[in-house]
Structures are given as C-alpha cells and as structure tokens.
C-alpha cells in the first residue's frame, strides 16, 4: 500500500512558478512509476507528466512541455512538479499518482495504469 501526499499548490499570477510535491509512503518507491494529472473545474482529468524509475525518463504532456518539468528524489520518497510561465488554463487539481512497475520502467499516461492517487492539490492562476 501507498500512500500520496501532494503540497504545493497555491495562487499565482499568470507568468509565475510553482513546484508541487508529492510525498510517498512505502519501502519500493525507486520501482514505481510517478505521475502527475490535473482536473480543472467542469473537465475530465488529465495527464500532465510522469517519470520512470530513474530520473532519466521523463514524459510530458504537449501543453505543458517547455514549461513544467517532473523530477523525484528517490532517497526522499519524493517526486516533484516544477511549473514555470503558468497560464490561467493551468488551473486545476493536481493529482499525484504512483504506477508499480518492478519490471518495466516505460511511463505511463493513462490514469487506470495508475495503482495509487493522492487527494490533490489545488493550483489557481489568476490572469
């Protein structure tokens, strides 16, 4: 069992930075595969950014590529979501999820690929 705490979110400006983080329980988080998803007000949720096992891979969604950079800490159970240049379409509920893959380490970015979800944090960009 995982557990997913996001922090983080807040109120910016349009132009501003965030960085979110997510904080996992557990003793395997170096093989799980992290994500992040968002759900702004009136619209299904969607993926935004995930990294495999290593820091090496990571994968981005198209309208947010340049701009947001996903990261972890293995040693700190930790991943991260760094947003730059935010825009007021960013606003959402950012969701963290965790994948267990012991034996493949592709990124996943389908949400039922996703074995663990936090509760959310809120990001608000005012324009």
């Known amino acids: 069992q995982v557990q997913l705490v996001e922090s983080g979110g807040g109120l910016v400006q349009a132009g501003g930075s965030l960085r979110l983080s997510c904080a996992a329980s557990?003793?395997?988080?170096?093989?799980?595969?992290m994500g992040w998803f968002r759900q702004a007000p009136g619209k299904e949720r969607e993926f935004v950014a995930a990294?495999?096992?290593?820091?090496?891979?990571?994968y981005s969604a198209d309208s947010v590529k340049g701009r947001f950079t996903i990261s972890r800490d293995n040693a700190k159970n930790t991943v991260y979501l760094q947003m730059n240049s935010l825009k007021p379409e960013d606003t959402a509920l950012y969701y963290c999820?965790?994948?267990?893959?012991?034996?493949?380490?592709?990124?996943?970015?389908?949400?039922?690929?996703?074995?663990?979800w936090g509760q959310g944090t809120q990001v608000t960009v005012s324009s």
């Open positions: 557990g003793r395997t988080f170096s093989r799980y595969i």
């Open positions: 999820a965790a994948a267990l893959s012991p034996y493949n380490a592709n990124v996943r970015t389908l949400q039922y690929e996703y074995d663990y």
């Open positions: 990294i495999s096992w290593s820091t090496g891979r990571p």
